[in-house]
């Protein structure tokens, strides 16, 4: 079995700048044969480039302690944790050009077992600021007032 994912279209999470997102992948981590080697990488595909490239990665044999491994790569953090079969990447404050595909490939050896998930799409909108204006005019016969709204994003 390999990282769960769903047929069809990914699924969508849309943010604003700043803020945290975090996407899961599970895997079958029972051992087939022996201790075998494991390497689960966390891939982004670019919206506007549509290029794939590798966020982070953990490549290693199944661990005696239940202890999950942290891994951090720039902006980005990797969680693996073998006693759930479950890793995560977590991007604490989120950027607009961080939007795209997010994904996990997992490989275990000497099976030559390799999945993908279908991954998660996500959209970050900038940041908007809004403001609004309401002023009165009076004249003789009636009052008017009007009601300007501002919005402006990053």
């Not at 990914?10 to 895997?27: A, D, L, Q, R």
């Amino acid at each position: 079995m390999g990282p769960s994912c769903s047929g069809g279209n990914p699924p969508m999470i849309s943010v604003t700048e700043g803020e945290s997102v975090s996407f899961e992948c599970s895997f079958d981590g029972s051992p087939a044969v022996g201790n075998p080697f494991y390497e689960i990488i966390w891939m982004y595909n670019m919206t506007h480039k549509n290029v794939s490239k590798r966020i982070l990665a953990f490549r290693m044999t199944r661990p005696n302690t239940s202890v999950p491994v942290s891994v951090t790569e720039g902006h980005f953090r990797g969680h693996l944790e073998f006693e759930k079969n479950t890793s995560s990447l977590v991007i604490p404050e989120v950027r607009v050009n961080d939007s795209g595909l997010y994904y996990c490939e997992v490989i275990i050896v000497p099976v030559p077992n390799k999945s993908r998930t279908n991954g998660t799409r996500l959209i970050v909108m900038g940041e908007c600021l809004s403001f609004s204006l309401s002023f009165c005019l009076q004249t003789k016969n009636h009052i008017c007032t009007w009601l300007l709204v501002y919005i402006f994003c990053k």
